[in-house]
C-alpha cells in the first residue's frame, strides 16, 4: 500500500498510527499484545519484546506502566521512537536467547529474567523468578530453597517498615514448625506461596497444623506473597491488631 493509500485512510480512521511506519486496522485502544507487536514492528528486523514488557508476555509479572522494552541485536544507531525503550544487546544472536509467544518476537524466559535483574525492584524481580519456576523452567544460578527465605526477608522488612514488634522466625511448636511467632501475644504468621504449599500432601498439613495451634490458643494469620508485595498496609494493620487482643 503506498503512502498516499495509507494517508487517505488514516484521514477517514480505517487505519490508526500507532508509531512511524506501523498502524493498527480497527478501534482504540490497543491491547498489550497489540502494542507490544507494534513496538517490536517498529524497531525493524532482529527487533525483540524484552524486559519488564517480555516477562508481562511470559505471563512473569503483570503489565507494567511506562515505555515498552524492545532490544536489537546491534550497537548500531537506530533512532528511538515515543514509547519505546530500546535496548542494544549484540549477544542476542546467541542461540537459545530469542524465541515467539503469541507470535511475537521475544526474548527466552531466561534472558528475561537476567534482563530483569537490576532494572526492576527486588521483589518484582523474585515474583518473576517464581513464577518462572512454576512454569516448570529451571533458571540458571537460581536455588528453589532461596526463594522461601526471601519470602521470610520480605516479612520481616514489613514489620521493621511498619514498626511492628520482633518475632521469632522458624520455630517449633510441638511437632509444628511455624514461619513467625509472638510467644507473649501467643500469635503465629505463616507466609504462604503457591511454589510451597502446592499438592494434597501440603495442603493437608497445614491445615492440620493450623487446627492444632488453634487448640493450643494460638491465633494464626495467613498471608500470600501477593498480599507481601501489593498490600503490606493491611497485612500490617492485621498483625498488629492481633498482637493487641
Not at 513496538?39 to 519488564?52: F, I, K
Not at 533512532?79 to 535496548?87: E, M, T, V
Not at 527465605?149 to 516479612?155: Q, R
Not at 511454589?195 to 494469620?221: E, M, N, P
Request: hydrophobic share 40%; proline share 4%; aromatic share 6%.
Amino acid at each position: 500500500m503506498g503512502s498516499k493509500a495509507i494517508t487517505i485512510r488514516v484521514r477517514k480512521e480505517q487505519l490508526r498510527r500507532v508509531h512511524q511506519s506501523i498502524y493498527a486496522l480497527g478501534a482504540f485502544p490497543l491491547t498489550h499484545r497489540q502494542r507490544w507487536m507494534a513496538a517490536v514492528l517498529a524497531c525493524g528486523e532482529g527487533a525483540v519484546l524484552s524486559h519488564s514488557s517480555a516477562a508481562a508476555l511470559w505471563e512473569l509479572l503483570r503489565p507494567i506502566d511506562g515505555p515498552i522494552h524492545v532490544s536489537i541485536p546491534t550497537q548500531q544507531k537506530r533512532r528511538s521512537r515515543q514509547g519505546i525503550r530500546l535496548h542494544r544487546c549484540p549477544s542476542l544472536v546467541q542461540r537459545g536467547l530469542l524465541t515467539r509467544r503469541h507470535n511475537i518476537p521475544v526474548t527466552s524466559i531466561q534472558r528475561t529474567i537476567d534482563d530483569l535483574d537490576g532494572t526492576v525492584p527486588p521483589y518484582l524481580l523474585r515474583r518473576a523468578k517464581r513464577q518462572a519456576e512454576l512454569k516448570g523452567v529451571h533458571l540458571q544460578g537460581v536455588e528453589r530453597k532461596r526463594q522461601r527465605s526471601d519470602l521470610e526477608e520480605d516479612f520481616l522488612a514489613l514489620c521493621v517498615h511498619y514498626c511492628l514488634p520482633s518475632s521469632e522466625t522458624n520455630v517449633k511448636i510441638g511437632r509444628h514448625e511455624v514461619d513467625f511467632l509472638w510467644r507473649e501475644h501467643k500469635v503465629v504468621v505463616e507466609i504462604d506461596s503457591f511454589l510451597y504449599h502446592q499438592g494434597s500432601v501440603a495442603f493437608h498439613a497445614d491445615h492440620a497444623r493450623d487446627l492444632d495451634l488453634r487448640q493450643w490458643g494460638y491465633t494464626v494469620l495467613h498471608f500470600t506473597e501477593k498480599q507481601l508485595e501489593e498490600e503490606p498496609d493491611r497485612v500490617a494493620a492485621d498483625v498488629a491488631a492481633a498482637l493487641r487482643r
